[in-house]
């Protein structure tokens, strides 16, 4: 499926060269930003926590949440660089390339909170070791989302910040001077070594299922678990 993790790199890696192509105009800008939000809402709903229903509703406030504060500060952050005289116009560029990370690692928080916060508030199913329901907790939930937040966060790192890097020494060499042709084809190549370095590295963060001491959730499980025993609690990453 194009939305599961299983489908992440191939589906993803041509929005990344699009975010990363240089000397983007006000309107380019806007649709790779709009097209990477897409792409990242539907991938937070195909891997959210299921335990808990939420409705269409809450989809729609996460994505257009997030579509919204990823084009603001992309298209915020270019208009600062471009202003900023005391540039010259080579490291203005440099800079225009990493503009990407921080809209799209904000963006994906905006998106995950948005989507995901009534889970904060109903609290997510605790499961016994032999994956018996035995409650429900906020706390859990936070803790959830918190890992959640963070891992949306550690993905775009090396796929957006890398590559800005790596091709900045690239195209001084020889062969992409003379061949500026084979600059968008090198630089894909690029973004796809990172996404592949990047989506395991941050799907290891955390476990799928995280294990908690069972006073960690005695005071809001309906049920309680065995002196000895700990709540295991399902993390969507």
Same mark, same amino acid.
């Given at each position: 499926?194009?939305?599961?993790?299983?489908?992440?790199?191939?589906?993803?890696?041509?929005?990344?060269?699009?975010?990363?192509? +240089?000397?983007?105009?006000?309107?380019?800008?806007?649709? /790779?930003? /709009?097209?990477?939000?897409?792409?990242?809402?539907?991938?937070?709903?195909?891997?959210?926590?299921?335990?808990? +229903?939420?409705?269409?509703?809450?989809?729609?406030?996460?994505?257009?949440?997030?579509?919204?504060?990823?084009?603001?500060?992309?298209?915020?952050?270019?208009?600062?660089?471009?202003?900023?005289?005391?540039?010259?116009?080579?490291?203005?560029?440099?800079?225009?390339?990493?503009?990407?990370?921080?809209?799209?690692?904000?963006?994906?928080?905006?998106?995950?909170?948005?989507?995901?916060?009534?889970?904060?508030?109903?609290?997510?199913? =605790?499961?016994?070791?032999?994956?018996?329901?035995?409650?429900?907790?906020?706390?859990?939930?936070?803790?959830?989302?918190?890992?959640?937040?963070?891992?949306?966060?550690?993905?775009?790192?090396?796929?957006?910040?890398?590559?800005?890097?790596?091709?900045?020494?690239?195209?001084?060499?020889?062969?992409?001077?003379?061949?500026?042709?084979?600059?968008?084809?090198?630089?894909?190549? =690029?973004?796809?070594?990172?996404?592949?370095?990047?989506?395991?590295?941050?799907?290891?963060?955390?476990?799928?299922?995280?294990?908690?001491?069972?006073?960690?959730?005695?005071?809001?499980?309906?049920?309680?678990?065995?002196?000895?025993?700990?709540?295991?609690?399902?993390?969507?990453?």
């Amino acid at each position: 499926m194009p939305f599961r993790m299983s489908g992440y790199i191939p589906f993803g890696t041509p929005i990344v060269v699009g975010l990363l192509l +240089p000397n983007q105009t006000l309107a380019s800008t806007v649709f /790779w930003q /709009w097209l990477n939000q897409s792409h990242n809402a539907c991938v937070n709903y195909a891997n959210r926590n299921a335990t808990k +229903p939420s409705p269409t509703s809450k989809f729609i406030q996460g994505y257009l949440g997030a579509v919204i504060s990823a084009v603001s500060i992309a298209v915020g952050l270019n208009v600062l660089v471009q202003r900023a005289n005391k540039f010259t116009p080579a490291t203005r560029l440099l800079i225009q390339r990493f503009v990407p990370f921080p809209a799209v690692a904000s963006a994906n928080i905006c998106n995950v909170v948005l989507m995901r916060h009534t889970e904060l508030e109903e609290g997510i199913d =605790v499961l016994d070791n032999n994956g018996n329901i035995v409650g429900s907790s906020r706390i859990a939930a936070k803790h959830a989302l918190l890992e959640t937040a963070l891992t949306r966060v550690v993905l775009p790192m090396p796929i957006l910040v890398l590559p800005p890097i790596i091709m900045s020494i690239l195209e001084k060499t020889s062969l992409l001077r003379s061949r500026p042709r084979m600059i968008l084809p090198v630089q894909s190549l =690029v973004c796809l070594a990172a996404f592949g370095l990047a989506l395991p590295l941050a799907i290891s963060l955390f476990p799928q299922m995280s294990e908690e001491a069972n006073c960690f959730f005695r005071r809001e499980v309906s049920k309680r678990l065995g002196r000895n025993k700990k709540g295991i609690v399902p993390v969507s990453s």
